[in-house]
Structures are given as structure tokens and as C-alpha cells.
């Protein structure tokens, strides 16, 4: 896990004090709201429906125990006692005071956490796979590669007041736990026909209101040019992207607007003209290599029998049993195993987690996973290397905590926005639309299988609802919240945008409405399909039907 | 008001031209890119010092060969939020080689100008009461530590980081 050295930790204090003043000149009336409006932002602090929102930054979705005690002290001191976990893999308090904020990134610096970058037309949260380092089926470890990109990236003189905020992810495996390809930069770590290392760019992806699939800029980048080739792709936009219209400004518009072809003329020849810019930015070998061994793998210990072990436990215990099946995932490493946790019990807010639960985490990966723990983009956490033999200690364990729903990837896991519970965007409300939808699925989630519902409270999506098995919007008609239902959406390697299934319905009708949409489908899959692959063969149409029958 | 690469309040020595207003002799002025293009054989010939204000929607390879004709060239921040003038100055100074004095202008706000500067700026057009009211200098020294290679010069962490590891490696 990479850790800060003296020049990061002098970087963030530089910015504490910078911060702090700006709030000093802000309550001392030096600053307007309009003129503070942009530098809270640029420090994640939103004001939203009740309080001031701070969203702080988890580069990657990596956390150490630390980090994870040091958000549950913010939680309890300066919050509710509690956080929300966000698709961006960050973590977001709801009820911040203003004067508090230069204390609370403090203490948060302690850590090695901040909230730069949160917000604003700039560079957010760098996101990759949450199994980065462990999973089964990576080419190269892109953790590396973030810590690269958000290091060059944090405070860019140049690209600081871009036209839209600017999204990156990196994926390295096969199967794509990043969802590149609805970020405003995707990059896919892969390896050319020599075996040098380097990335397939993609651009333009994107939901909100307009959702665009990123397109292809160029097949491979060799890594040395990584940041070289990403600096001609924002430069381009930063010069021709839309800055007339707040909903055209997104770097998907100008893609379109120009078409792809055009677009990567322009990067390119941006790229050729570069010359001793390209020197300056360029990843040697040995500075891929000096990153790369802060990533080294822990202590690993050999495997012993650890299988046999947890075969006779899980016989024993069908709960854990099921656990084991939805919870764990194969780790690279033999005798370990990944665990996700959990933050979505049936019926309760999705991705939020009280300090207690956040303290107990941290605790229990000290004890049992090196002491590193994962965000994921769905909103729940994860223990990277565990034990295969500790696998029942930690289930008892978080059990004990209300944080071993066996549901990863079920109907009940679902990704929502905070919506019009907090939300000065949002127009209808998500949280308890996932409330009734999981308590109500939670019962027959296993005949169902995997299920990806996603809710967003409107139409920025935050809750990504576009790419949902089952997208649900959140809108506003005529003063009443109503909810448009979309199909077939999905944010894997096959990534597709989910079609509408017909009128937009009353709050009430969703979990009826969903239900009706599931029972098509269990009606119509064939042996081994999920939504996406049955929604691929039969169209919308019998979705449609079994809703106009209804009505 | 005008600062200088301190931060400094000093003297405008520049008068900025409108399209039909003529020049006095030896007086040192800015025109359009508009007026430029316009009348380029005119300002060719001229001895006293030229500057050249080039709206944010100009790519500055436009400038071409004139380059070094101009003493200065004034960028523009219609308003803050909007940043195509950082690229300009990126460009300008880093791939072009522009030594004059890079001016920015408009919605120049404190909590930019360590941006701007880091991005070759070394002049700032600033409103008069907040240029009084501010700190402008410290807004330089609020940060000694960078990610970026840039035009200021000052050696990335990333390349201090990797000679003190192989300082301590010796």
C-alpha cells in the first residue's frame, strides 16, 4: 500500500494551511459565497439540502485500518456517528459544520486523507478495480498507475479549471470491475504483441443526462507516455470542450460533437508537437519500478489444508455456507480468499456504515488482512487477503456487527444516491426506494441470481442507473416523485445502456413494477444468462408487454 | 491594478489600444489579434514596444513567426472558471518559447495566480478594491512542493523523490 513520504505529507500541510485561511477570509467576510463557492469545492465541501456535504478522497478505494479509524473519528466527533460510501469509492459526511472543516482535515491529514479534488471542474478520484493486487485474472497490478496519475494530477496548473469535472479509471484485468467505459478517460492496462506493458485509452464515456459510452482513442500507450498521451487528451479538451452550457461540457459532448476520428486527430497531433514536454512527463523504467515495490504483496503465509477446513465448516453451516458463496472471491494467492463486505442489510441506507462498524472493520483487518481494506464502486467494503482458515472467525465477527448480509452481486445489493434526503440536485428521493426494494427482493434474491439494481435520484446519476440490470431514475412531475424504469444496462467489459421499459411510475408502484420486470425475465432466461445476456436476445419488448398487461 | 511576479502592486506602463484609436509615438501598446491580422504590415515596422491581447478561443500557433515581435501578450479569464488561457500560457511559454511578459486578465482571483504563474504567467490584471483588500504575494508562497513538471521550473516530487531514494541507496 503506498504511503505518504515527507514531501506528500508537507504537500497536504501546505494545502491545510491554505484551506484554513480561505475559510478564515470566507468568515471574516473577505470572501463572498460565490468566490468561497469554487474553493470549498476544489476541497470537496458541498452545501447541500440541510448541511454542509465533505467528501473525502480514497485514491483508488484503498484504505489502511488507520485511514478507516481516522473517517470513524470524523464520524462520531463532527458528524451523525456515521458515513456514506459513494460510487466513486469515497466516503461522504452529510451533517458538517463549516467552522469545523480545517479541523476535521486535520485530523484527517494525520492520516494521509484529504478532500482535494472531491469537487469541481478538475480531476476527481482516480478509480480502478477494488480487487486490484489480488485478483485471479490481472495482468499487472494498476495500483501503481493510479498513485502515478493522481500524484501528476493533484493541484495541475493547467487542468485545474477544465470545462467539467474530469473522471479517470484504470482497470487491469480481464473482466472489468472499473467501469471504464463510462468515464470521461478509461484506461485499460494491457499488454501489445512484444509484451511491453501499456494502455488502450478510451474517451468520452459518461451518463447523466446525456449517456455516452467512452470510445477508443488509441489501442496502446506504451506506459513511459502514460501521462504524456493523457496531457494531449486534456488539452485538446481544455481548449475545444463547450464551456457554454453547463450540460454540454463534459468531454463525452466534444467527442461526439467532433466525432472520434476527428478527436484523435487532434490528441495526436497535440501528442507529436509535444517534444521536450514529453521528455518531462515521460515513466522511466525505474520510476514505474520505485512505485511498483510500494505495492509490494504482504507477508503471505503457505497455504495448509486451508481448503478441506472450509469445506467442513461450510457443511456444517448453510449461512456461512451462502456467505462464503456470495461474500468471498478468488484470491491470486492459494489459501487466501477476498472478502467483501456488505453494506447494504435489507431495508437499510445503502453504502452508509456507522463509526462502530467502520472501527470494528479496521480492527479486524489489522487482525486478519494486513491491515488493508478496499471501497468499491457499489458501495461496500472489502478485506483483500484473508485467511481461508480465518474465514469463520471473520464471519462470526462481522456478523456481530450486522455486516455479514450474504448479498454481494443479489438483488438486495443495491447501488443508490443519496438523493432528495440530502441531495440540493436531486429530485426525487433514492434511499427509500432501495429500502423497500431490498427488504422486499432480499427474499427470493437467490432464486434470482445476480442482479445489478441501480438507483439515482435524478438525472446526473450518481447512483449510475443507465448501466443497471434494472436502472431506476428518480424524477420530478408535477410536484409528485415518479421513477423511470429502465433494462438491460450493464457497466462490465460488455457495457450497455439499459432501455426504457415504458411511462414513469408513482413511488409506490416501483417495487411492483420491478417485480413484474424480474419475473419476465426469470421467465425468459435460458440456462446461464444473466439480465443483460436475456435482455440481449429478447429486446424490450416482452419487458414492455408484461408492464402494459399490468396496467 | 497590476501586479508583478511577486505579487507586487506596480505601474501599468501599457496603453490598451481599441481597434480605431491610433497609437501616440514611442508609446507602448497592446492591440487585438483582430487588429493584428488586420494590420500586421502597419505594427511591423514600429520601434516602440508591442503587445498583443489574444482572446481565450485563439490557439497561440496563430502568433507563428510574429512571436517575438511582442514585448507582451495579455491572456484572458472572462471568468474565472474558465481555464482555456492556462493552456495558452502552457504553450506559449513552454513549447513556443515566448521571453516577453505573459499577462493575465479579467476574473484574476488570489487563490489562481500560484496556477497561473506555475502555467508562465508573470503579470496579473487585478480589480482594484480586492487588490488593496488581499494578500496577493502570499498566494505565491502558499506552496513550495509540486506533482507537475511546469513552466516555473521547480523540480516535481516525483524527481526530488526518486534522487533522495538514490542518495539514500549510495
Redesign the interface.
Known amino acids: 500500500m503506498y504511503r505518504y ?1 515527507e ?2 505529507r ?2 497536504l500541510e ?2 491545510l ?2 484551506y484554513r ?2 475559510v478564515r477570509r470566507r468568515l471574516a467576510g ?1 470572501l463572498s459565497e460565490d ?1 468561497f463557492r ?2 470549498r469545492l476544489m476541497n470537496g465541501l458541498y452545501l447541500q439540502l440541510h448541511a454542509y456535504m465533505l467528501r473525502i478522497s480514497i485514491p483508488y478505494g484503498t484504505l489502511s485500518s488507520a485511514k478507516l479509524r481516522g473517517l470513524a473519528a470524523v464520524a462520531r466527533r463532527w458528524d451523525k456517528g456515521y458515513g456514506h460510501f459513494t460510487t466513486r469509492q469515497n466516503i461522504q459526511f452529510n451533517w458538517i459544520r463549516l467552522e469545523d472543516t480545517p479541523d476535521i482535515l486535520a485530523h484527517l491529514a494525520a492520516v494521509e486523507l484529504h478532500g482535494i479534488q472531491t469537487s469541481g ?1 478538475s480531476f476527481r478520484n482516480i478509480t480502478t478495480d477494488p480487487f486490484a493486487g489480488v485478483a485471479d485474472d490481472e495482468i499487472e497490478d494498476p495500483r501503481p498507475y493510479c498513485e502515478i496519475v493522481r ?12 470545462p467539467r469535472k474530469f473522471k479517470i479509471a484504470i482497470n487491469a484485468a480481464g473482466e472489468d470491475r472499473a467501469a471504464i467505459k463510462i468515464h470521461d478517460l478509461g484506461l485499460r492496462l494491457r499488454r501489445d504483441e512484444s509484451g511491453e506493458v501499456g494502455f488502450a485509452v478510451m474517451v468520452g464515456g459518461g451518463l447523466g443526462r446525456t449517456p455516452i459510452l467512452a470510445q477508443t482513442v488509441r489501442e496502446f500507450v506504451p506506459r513511459r507516455e502514460l501521462l504524456a498521451y493523457i496531457t494531449a487528451c486534456l ?1 485538446v479538451y ?2 475545444y470542450g463547450r ?1 457554454d452550457n453547463l450540460f454540454k461540457s463534459r468531454i463525452k459532448i466534444l467527442v461526439q460533437a467532433l466525432g472520434i476520428e476527428k478527436y484523435r486527430e487532434e490528441v495526436e497531433a497535440e501528442y507529436a ?5 514529453r521528455a ?2 515521460a515513466l522511466p523504467d ?2 514505474v519500478a ?1 512505485m511498483q515495490a510500494q505495492f509490494a504483496p504482504p507477508a503471505y503465509r503457505d497455504a495448509v489444508n486451508d481448503d478441506a477446513e472450509l469445506a467442513r465448516a461450510t457443511a456444517a453451516e448453510p449461512e456461512f455456507a451462502r456467505w462464503i458463496e456470495y461474500n468471498t472471491r478468488a484470491h491470486k494467492r492459494p489459501g487466501y480468499a477476498i472478502v467483501v463486505i456488505s453494506l447494504k442489510p435489507p431495508g437499510r441506507p445503502t453504502g452508509d456504515c456507522s463509526a462502530g462498524q467502520m472501527e470494528t472493520i479496521a480492527d479486524l483487518a489489522d487482525a486478519l488482512s494486513f491491515g488493508e481494506v478496499r471501497v468499491t464502486h457499489d458501495q461496500n467494503l472489502v478485506l483483500p487477503h484473508v485467511r481461508k482458515s480465518a474465514l469463520y472467525d471473520l464471519w462470526l465477527r462481522l456478523g456481530a456487527a450486522d455486516l455479514a448480509t450474504p448479498n454481494i452481486g443479489l438483488a438486495s445489493d443495491i447501488i443508490a444516491c443519496p438523493g432528495l434526503d440530502y441531495c440540493s440536485l436531486a429530485t426525487a428521493r433514492s434511499i427509500p426506494i432501495a429500502q423497500a426494494l431490498s427488504q422486499h427482493l432480499a427474499k427470493r434474491e437467490e432464486t434470482i441470481g445476480p442482479l445489478q439494481i441501480k438507483i439515482s435520484g435524478c438525472i446526473n446519476a450518481c447512483g449510475h442507473h443507465h448501466v443497471g440490470h434494472i436502472g431506476i431514475l428518480g424524477l420530478e412531475k408535477n410536484g409528485a416523485e415518479s421513477y423511470q424504469i429502465t433494462v438491460g444496462g450493464s457497466d462490465n467489459a460488455q457495457a450497455a445502456l439499459g432501455g426504457i421499459v415504458g411511462p414513469a411510475v408513482a413511488a409506490h408502484e416501483v417495487t411492483g413494477t420491478v417485480d413484474r420486470l424480474i419475473d419476465t425475465y426469470l421467465r425468459l432466461r435460458q440456462d446461464g444468462e444473466q439480465f443483460p445476456d436475456t435482455y440481449r436476445r429478447v429486446g424490450l419488448a416482452p419487458f414492455k408487454e408484461a408492464l402494459y398487461v399490468a396496467r | 491594478m497590476l501586479l508583478d511576479k511577486h505579487g507586487a502592486l506596480c505601474a501599468d506602463s501599457w496603453r490598451h489600444l481599441g481597434d480605431d484609436e491610433a497609437a501616440a509615438d514611442g508609446q507602448a501598446v497592446t492591440i487585438s489579434l483582430k487588429r493584428w491580422q488586420a494590420e500586421r504590415e502597419r505594427w511591423s515596422d514600429r520601434s516602440a514596444p508591442l503587445g498583443l491581447r489574444l482572446p481565450n478561443d485563439a ?1 497561440p500557433a496563430v502568433i507563428g513567426e510574429a512571436l517575438d515581435r511582442f514585448a507582451l501578450i495579455a491572456l484572458s479569464f472572462p471568468r ?5 488561457a ?2 495558452q500560457a ?1 504553450l506559449l511559454r ?2 513556443f518559447g515566448f521571453r516577453g511578459e505573459l499577462r493575465a486578465t479579467g476574473n484574476v ?1 488570489r ?2 495566480l ?3 504563474a ?2 508562465g504567467f508573470d503579470s496579473f490584471e487585478v480589480d482594484a478594491e480586492r487588490a488593496r ?2 494578500d496577493w504575494p ?1 498566494a505565491f508562497r ?9 513552466n516555473d521550473r521547480a523540480e516535481p ?2 524527481q ?3 534522487r533522495s ?1 538514490q542518495t539514500a541507496a549510495e
Open positions: 513520504d514531501f506528500d508537507k504537500f501546505e494545502r494551511v491554505q485561511d480561505q473577505q468566490e469554487s474553493l471542474n500524484q501528476w494530477s493533484a493541484l495541475h496548473p493547467e487542468f485545474s479549471f477544465l488539452r481544455n481548449q464551456r508537437a509535444m517534444g521536450a514536454e518531462a512527463l525505474e520510476t520505485a | 490557439a474565472f472558471i474558465d481555464g482555456r492556462y493552456s502552457w513552454g513549447r482571483l487563490d489562481q500560484l496556477f497561473m506555475r502555467c483588500a488581499e502570499r502558499e506552496f513550495d512542493l509540486f506533482y507537475q513538471p511546469a516530487i516525483l526530488q523523490r526518486l531514494w
